[in-house]
């Protein structure tokens, strides 16, 4: 199964990315859904979509 979500660090803030499930080629892009510079919100922010997706 292609990996649909990852926590990245950029430009001093910690960014949750996302792909499309469907489209998951490796020269496809990623999508920053959003940057935090606290990284325990990032993490939980992850986490939580990690576990939304594996419950569907």
């Not at 199964?1 to 990852?6: E, L, S």
């Not at 910690?14 to 510079?37: K, Q």
Request: hydrophobic residues 40%.
């Amino acid at each position: 199964m292609p990996q649909t979500y990852r926590l990245k660090r950029m430009a001093g803030r910690w960014h949750v990315m996302a792909v499309n499930a469907a489209t998951a080629a490796p020269e496809t892009g990623w999508l920053s859904l959003g940057g935090c510079a606290d990284p325990v919100t990032a993490t939980r922010v992850y986490l939580a979509l990690k576990r939304r997706k594996d419950h569907q």
